[in-house]
């Protein structure tokens, strides 16, 4: 947007100054929010280099008055255009985005505790495709491990077929905390887990088959969960995909001398070295021949770079794994694999008092809203229609929407809004649309969603005063015109900004 205001800015300056208009248009820069006139900033003085001061100042005068008359109208003219030309700002060649995130463990409910991951993965996603990147949605499944031997051996000590039948996911659910419960007091369930892991390792049938039936069971109820808060995903992956790979990249890892074998018990491990940021070692693989979660995510790694040739790959999980993705990025880069300087791990704080082991969760399913917008799982703020919340946001687009179909006023891009939007609070709001473009840069460059949901709540609280202080009802036509415009635009932004952070906007509450 602001990309478009620069070139029509740059245009009239350089016949000015009989300057080149790329010359000109590059030293144009947004402003500050508390930065004047109107948004623009040209540094003058560099442009006019060797010239006489009189003419910078003249000329500084004159492109502010330029700013003024243009920016208002070329804003709110791109806005309801849906003009999107945040991509001619950065001139960047269009890459490859893979987004990794959500990532459920199998046969355990979707609950709140999930949606951070799942949030923020799907607005970096979102905000790469904005940007005109190809993005690839990948939601990587933990179906693999002990943590699935575990609920292998429950389900074979408490589980009901009739049960799981009926309603899979809440009896697998209610099978682990049990089994949890079970092993505060039986330490032997523990070995008996580790074994059930091995046996689905080496291909048992029996182990396979219930794997199988578990792992189609959760996916399918993720599925309907994912489609109801308007989540996609253009791959279903798991660990479990690439158990037998792993160790062919330890045969490889180690024919380098990057790895150490223990002759003893053939469990695989990498020494990082002493003074390193790192523990002393990761292992890669146990005694007895497991695969680790590391492993998996080396070899997951790997394989995603050889079939999607990426430019940049994202894991959105919490901070609690960080170590875990230093580990790996080390890894990757020992074994010399260039591209791991663009895998990025977004990390993020974890969602207090949940825990599936004992039970302590809230499921999605039980939810009464329909969407649920905010990170912090508080009823409370969740549910509240004051305040910077969700449910703010979709009442002041609703309300947006309900004073185009009382009013019938027609948008009309040519409206003269120069002299008829003077109001503070007409001002105020435009030029605030006028800094979307650089806080989606901001927010891209910072993987950081909060940038925009802040945005987006400034944007609102100016909705709502210029909706008291400019009434549309019962003005002239070019008033009533030019005020339609205005608020048109502020409902486009609002609606693209709640797009990329994933919300479907509401026509009504």
Same mark, same amino acid.
Not at 131 to 138: A, E, L, P, Y
Not at 413 to 435: D, F, K, M, Q
């Given at each position: 947007m602001a990309f478009a205001f620069r070139q029509v800015i740059a245009n009239q300056v350089a016949q000015l100054l009989h300057h080149e208009v790329n010359l000109i248009a590059n030293q144009i820069r947004i402003a500050g929010r508390n930065q004047k006139p109107f948004g623009f900033?040209?540094?003058?003085?560099?442009?006019?280099?060797?010239?006489?001061s009189h003419k910078a100042t003249n000329t500084y005068q004159h492109c502010c008055q330029i700013a003024q008359d243009l920016a208002k109208q070329e804003t709110l003219?791109?806005?309801?255009?849906?003009?999107?030309?945040?991509?001619g700002y950065f001139n960047q060649t269009k890459k490859h985005v893979l987004v990794e995130y959500s990532s459920p463990n199998i046969a355990k409910p979707f609950h709140v505790g999930h949606l951070r991951s799942t949030i923020i993965g799907n607005f970096i996603a979102n905000i790469n495709n904005y940007?005109?990147?190809?993005?690839?949605?990948?939601n990587y499944l933990g179906d693999w491990g002990v943590?699935?031997?575990?609920?292998?051996?429950?389900?074979?000590?408490?589980?009901?077929?009739?049960?799981?039948?009926?309603?899979?996911?809440?009896?697998?659910?209610d099978v682990y905390v049990q089994t949890n419960r079970e092993m505060a007091r039986d330490d032997s369930i523990k070995d008996q887990a580790r074994l059930f892991a091995k046996r689905l390792e080496e291909g048992d049938e029996e182990c396979i088959s219930l794997w199988k039936q578990f792992r189609n069971l959760s996916i399918e109820e993720y599925k309907k969960i994912y489609k109801r808060i308007h989540i996609n995903f253009d791959d279903y992956s798991g660990e479990s995909l690439y158990n037998k790979r792993v160790h062919d990249i330890i045969d490889k890892l180690q024919d380098d001398g990057k790895i150490t074998i223990d002759r003893q018990d053939e469990a695989a491990s990498?020494?990082?070295?002493?003074?390193?940021?790192?523990?002393?070692?990761?292992?890669?693989?146990?005694a007895d021949r497991t695969t680790t979660y590391l492993s998996r995510d080396l070899a997951a790694a790997i394989d995603r770079f050889e079939r999607y040739k990426f430019n940049e790959m994202y894991y959105v999980t919490a901070s609690a794994q960080n170590l875990h993705f230093q580990h790996l990025f080390k890894i990757l880069n020992l074994s010399g694999f260039d591209w791991v300087k663009n895998c990025y791990h977004i990390d993020f704080g974890m969602v207090k008092g949940m825990s599936t082991r004992t039970g302590n969760v809230v499921f999605l399913n039980d939810m009464k809203a329909k969407r649920i917008k905010d990170y912090k799982f508080d009823w409370e703020?969740?549910?509240? /229609?004051?305040?910077?919340?969700?449910?703010?946001?979709?009442?002041?687009? %609703?309300? !947006? @929407?309900?004073?185009?179909?009382?009013?019938?006023?027609?948008?009309?891009?040519?409206?003269?809004?120069?002299?008829?939007?003077?109001?503070? /609070?007409?001002?105020?709001?435009?030029?605030?649309?006028?800094?979307?473009? %650089?806080? !989606? @840069?901001?927010?891209?460059?910072?993987?950081?969603?909060?940038?925009?949901?802040n945005y987006l709540f400034i944007l609102s609280h100016l909705i709502s005063v210029a909706n008291h202080n400019l009434k549309v009802l019962g003005q002239i036509e070019e008033i009533a015109e030019a005020r339609m415009l205005l608020f048109a635009a502020a409902r486009n932004i609002l609606a693209t900004g709640l797009r990329i952070l994933g919300i479907e906007p509401l026509n009504k509450m």
């Open positions: 900033i040209l540094p003058v003085a560099a442009i006019l280099e060797n010239k006489h003219k791109n806005a309801i255009n849906n003009s999107n030309n945040v991509t940007f005109g990147h190809k993005v690839t949605r990948i943590q699935f031997g575990l609920l292998g051996v429950g389900f074979q000590k408490f589980g009901s077929l009739e049960s799981l039948i009926n309603n899979a996911i809440k009896h697998l659910f990498i020494h990082f070295g002493k003074g390193t940021a790192f523990e002393q070692h990761a292992y890669l693989r146990k703020k969740m549910l509240a /229609s004051h305040g910077d919340t969700g449910p703010r946001l979709q009442y002041e687009h %609703a309300r !947006l @929407i309900s004073i185009a179909e009382k009013t019938q006023v027609p948008i009309n891009t040519e409206a003269n809004i120069t002299s008829l939007l003077s109001e503070n /609070s007409a001002t105020n709001l435009v030029e605030h649309i006028a800094r979307f473009e %650089a806080e !989606l @840069i901001r927010a891209k460059t910072y993987s950081e969603p909060s940038f925009l949901v």
